[in-house]
């Protein structure tokens, strides 16, 4: 059996070097490097973005930080949960929690939106 194949959109790393610090990260492990869609295998198609809008936080309190980000006008991902940014782990966390930590948690809203220029990907290459 392979290696399942992502779809999502890597974070450009310029605005992802402003974002950091102006967000800092409150875990050790700065992650802070894509958006997943979902599996390449049986996703509908992805919709065409150059930019995401940070518009909300979530951090268990417990070592996962997520920024909740809107793409094409929402939050929700078609494939099923909802569209972030792992932002920084503790030790012994992993990414793929950030989007129970959201469903868990909810996320508190940020003012100002801003925007981070993305560019499609799939992973790992």
Same mark, same amino acid.
């Given at each position: 059996?392979?290696?399942?194949?992502?779809?999502?959109?890597?974070?450009?790393?310029?605005?992802?070097?402003?974002?950091?610090?102006?967000?800092?990260?409150?875990?050790?492990?700065?992650?802070?490097?894509? @958006?997943?869609?979902?599996?390449?295998?049986?996703?509908?198609?992805?919709?065409?973005?150059?930019?995401?809008?940070?518009?909300?936080?979530?951090?268990?309190?417990?070592?996962?930080?997520?920024?909740?980000?809107?793409?094409?006008?929402?939050?929700?991902?078609?494939?099923?949960?909802?569209?972030?940014?792992?932002?920084?782990?503790?030790?012994?966390?992993?990414?793929?929690?950030?989007?129970? @930590?959201?469903?868990?948690?909810?996320?508190?809203?940020?003012?100002?939106?801003?925007? @981070?220029?993305?560019?499609?990907?799939?992973?790992?290459?």
């Amino acid at each position: 059996m392979g290696q399942e194949t992502w779809l999502g959109w890597k974070l450009d790393r310029a605005d992802r070097a402003a974002l950091l610090a102006r967000f800092p990260p409150r875990y050790r492990e700065a992650v802070a490097d894509h @958006v997943t869609f979902g599996l390449a295998e049986g996703s509908p198609p992805m919709p065409i973005a150059a930019r995401a809008a940070i518009v909300g936080r979530a951090d268990d309190g417990q070592g996962v930080e997520a920024m909740v980000v809107r793409i094409a006008g929402t939050t929700e991902r078609p494939t099923g949960g909802t569209y972030h940014i792992t932002w920084s782990l503790a030790e012994g966390r992993e990414a793929r929690e950030s989007n129970d @930590v959201i469903a868990a948690h909810g996320w508190q809203p940020m003012d100002g939106a801003p925007e @981070v220029r993305i560019e499609s990907a799939r992973w790992p290459d």
